[in-house]
């Protein structure tokens, strides 16, 4: 079956550094989605990219979705406290109902 | 619009007994996923109903059970418990316009505990 695997499992950066998370996909898929889970909360979506090499940005995060449509990243620019929490993506195949969840990134930012 | 709800909030059930959780859509939304996660296998995809019909369906064991009703609401149902069924359980709910996977909505979940 499908596979999404997410790197890095943890990370921990200083406020006002840079942070990105990678997925990759063991199968094409239709769209990636990316969301995030704050300690104690819910996955709340984030944004779904669905062309090749797409790039999308939301403020101080960049997502991009892989010329293959097989890995996808997330980059956020000088992260704030505010920016804690667990990202995932999720991926989707042609014609599927099910999406399969990467394990998640749990960012930690030390003020 | 009112977010996606459901009940209980959280729930102690001892081994061998079964458990009903129920979950509210957002309204419009025809399709539901549930989702159960653990510290140790994240998110992991359990069914999607959409109009009544299971949709697709995850590895999980037939102890694993849901439905949908035409309010969209939907329940998913777990017998003959085990410590391992312990878990976060995420109901989201998707405008799903029928062509693949739209964006989730998930509701505060269900925390089941299993002694």
């Known amino acids: 079956g499908q596979q999404v695997m997410q790197i890095p499992q943890y990370q921990h950066v200083q406020e006002g550094e840079d942070f990105t998370t990678y997925c990759n996909s063991s199968?094409?898929?239709?769209?990636i989605q990316w969301y995030k889970q704050r300690p104690g909360g819910h996955p709340v979506f984030l944004i779904q990219?669905?062309?090749?090499?797409e790039v999308k940005k939301q403020k101080r995060l960049t997502f991009q979705f892989g010329e293959a449509k097989k890995n996808s990243s997330l980059h956020i620019t000088a992260t704030q406290t505010t920016d804690v929490g667990t990202y995932f993506c999720a991926g989707a195949g042609a014609g599927s109902y099910q999406l399969t969840f990467g394990k998640g990134t749990k960012l930690s930012v030390i003020p | 619009k009112a977010g996606v709800t459901q009940t209980p909030r959280y729930l102690i059930k001892t081994r061998g007994q079964q458990v009903t959780l129920s979950c509210s859509p957002i309204?419009?939304?025809?399709?539901v996923s549930w989702y159960q996660q653990t510290p140790g296998q994240g998110l992991q995809f359990l069914f999607e109903?959409?109009?009544?019909?299971?949709?697709n369906k995850g590895n999980f064991p037939g102890r694993f059970s849901g439905r949908q009703f035409s309010n969209s609401r939907s329940e998913m149902n777990v017998s003959t418990l085990e410590l391992g069924d312990s878990a976060l359980y995420l109901c989201a709910s998707s405008p799903s316009t029928g062509t693949g996977t739209d964006e989730q909505y998930f509701g505060p979940g269900t925390r089941l505990t299993v002694t």
């Open positions: 990219l669905v062309k090749s090499g």
């Open positions: 199968t094409t898929l239709s769209n």
């Open positions: 109903y959409f109009s009544e019909t299971q949709r």
């Open positions: 309204s419009g939304h025809r399709s």
